[in-house]
Structures are given as structure tokens and as C-alpha cells.
């Protein structure tokens, strides 16, 4: 399954000196969108292989990831459950996010975040199967070797439709698992840009970049474009989504996708790129997450 890669002319508050084209991942699926379509897609083949016929897998309340995982399981016949980063959160109404996905027939299951904390520990999971049988366990975020795998697919498929090596390839980096898979399968005279939506100081946002390092001249992590953290925003990055979407009608969310969006205008306004330079944008999807604030603007 190939995604749309679309010319986007003019798009933002100003001209820009580049040739940018936005990879259409978000239209992959019209639930499972975007990198995380890429990430589960050789991990449900593996977890129907190994003969699970449930999935298990971790977030906090607004995950993509969670969303994305439910409604595969839904779709593919998979039972799904959901360690969900909060245990404050059980009595509590739920978000759009984690209705989506008691809607889809996730199970979830709400833990502190002292618990949370030890979500990559095996005396964990082994708790988990035992509370809920035998699964096939995701990490947070969806990122591992086969998520890479699916990922990696994207730069031959974009050489293909463009009949060309773009100069950069650019996506918002949460795990990493997008931009290592970009970062691993692009020609060396590609540059590969990821946008980090988390601060650094987070550590999270670096856990899997480490696979990349074989190929370090390739990649360039930018960490100055989080709008102060992780599914934090401000009135600038709020405006700039809302001209950009009533300029090409095209939706981006506040998370990911608008921020590297907000990077790339930033960086071609300062000179960064080469005049003429033809870059490609990965949307990695996540409308579900929209705010409010954006999703009030829809005709």
C-alpha cells in the first residue's frame, strides 16, 4: 500500500525557495494512518505468525499509538489491551482518544505512573500476562526492529513516485522509529531531518535514534521545534496550522505534523535549505488527536 506524494505550491505565510512535497501517510488507512500503519504492519504479521490473538501495548492518554493499535485489533481480529500512563484516569471521563479506543474493544488498563515507569521491565509484562493471558506486547510508541522494518519502506516507495533523489526527507521524530527507518534506508546523498516534538531533556525522544548512528551524516535531529514539550502547543503554532490548512486545505495536527510543517517553513525562511532544494514532509497521520482549537475550524 502506497501513499499519495503531493506538491504542495506555495502553502505557507510567505514564499519559500524550495520545492516541497508532503507524503500522504496520513491517508494509509482511515484509522490506522500514517508511521503508525508503517509500525504495526510487521508486527501484527509477526503476532499472527507466533499465533497471539492479542496485542498488548502501552501510552498515555492521548496516544496515537493506543488509537492506532485499538483500531487495528479491531479491524485484523486481534484482542487488544492498553496500559494506560495515569491510574487517576480509571473514574475519570474519558478523552476522545481513549473512548476511540474502549469504542474499538480495547481493554484498558490504568496504572500509576510509578508502574508506568516500568514498562520495559520483564517482572512487568510478566504481571500483565498474568492478569490478561498470553499476548503479543508492543512497546510504547510502537518502535522495535519491525516497526523500523515498515518504516524503512518509505524511502524507496517516495524515489519511486518522485523518479528522483529528493535532497531531504523531513518527519516529527516522538520514539524515533520514523526517522530511523528514513535515516537507514536513504541514499547517502539524501538528508534526512527530524523534528523532535519532545524536549530533550525528556530522554525519551532519543531511546531508539541509536540504530540510526550508522549512518550519522544522513540524519539531523532539530530539537528547537517542541512548542514546549510533547502534545504542548502555543497561539503561534495554533496560527500558523490555520493558515496553512486555509491555504491548501489540507489538515495537519498540533502534535507532530504541524510542527516539523512549522520547522520546515523556520528553516527555508532562514536560508537553511539550497534554492531549489526539493524536500519531502512526511504527515505521520494523528488527526484524531486534533485540538479543539483546530478541529472547531472544519466546515
Known amino acids: 500500500m502506497h501513499s499519495l506524494l503531493q506538491s504542495l505550491d506555495n502553502p505557507f505565510p510567505e514564499s519559500i525557495n524550495i520545492r516541497l512535497l508532503l507524503k500522504r501517510d496520513d491517508l494509509l488507512h482511515p484509522h490506522i494512518s500514517g508511521n503508525k500503519w508503517r509500525k504495526l504492519k510487521y508486527n501484527l504479521l509477526a503476532a499472527r505468525q507466533q499465533g497471539f490473538d492479542t496485542l498488548l501495548t502501552f501510552g498515555g492518554a492521548y496516544s ?54 516500568k514498562k520495559q521491565e520483564e517482572a512487568f509484562w510478566a504481571d500483565l500476562i498474568a492478569q490478561f493471558g498470553s499476548c503479543y506486547i508492543l512497546p510504547e510508541g510502537g518502535t522495535n526492529e519491525l516497526a523500523i522494518q515498515g518504516t524503512a519502506e518509505i524511502i524507496p516507495e517516495l524515489i519511486a513516485q518522485l523518479g528522483a533523489i529528493p535532497d531531504y526527507v523531513c518527519c516529527p521524530v516522538g520514539t524515533g522509529g520514523t526517522v530511523a527507518g528514513l535515516a537507514l534506508s536513504a541514499p547517502e546523498r539524501m538528508q534526512v531531518i527530524g523534528f523532535v516534538v519532545l524536549k530533550a531533556d525528556s530522554g525519551f525522544a532519543f531511546q531508539i535514534i541509536r540504530v540510526a548512528e550508522s549512518k ?72 484524531q488527536g486534533r485540538s479543539d482549537e483546530l478541529t472547531m475550524l472544519i466546515p
Do not use: W
Open 216 to 287: 550519522p551524516t544522513n540524519l539531523t535531529l532539530l530539537p528547537d521545534y517542541h512548542f514546549g514539550g510533547y502534545a504542548r502547543t502555543t497561539p503561534q503554532l495554533i496560527e500558523f496550522i490555520r493558515a496553512f490548512e486555509r491555504k491548501t486545505g489540507l489538515l495537519l495536527d498540533q502534535v507532530y505534523t504541524g510542527k516539523m510543517l512549522f520547522g520546515i517553513y523556520d528553516l527555508a525562511r532562514r536560508g537553511y535549505f539550497s534554492e531549489g532544494a526539493t524536500v519531502v514532509a512526511i504527515h505521520t497521520g494523528g488527526l
Open 64 to 117: 496515537n499509538h493506543l488509537y492506532a493499535t485499538a483500531a487495528a485489533g479491531q479491524a485484523f481480529g486481534f484482542r487488544t489491551i492498553g496500559v494506560v500512563r495515569g491510574d487517576e484516569l480509571a473514574q475519570a471521563p474519558r478523552n476522545k482518544t481513549l473512548q476511540a479506543c474502549e469504542d474499538y474493544g480495547m481493554t484498558l488498563h490504568f496504572v500509576s505512573r510509578a508502574d508506568y515507569r
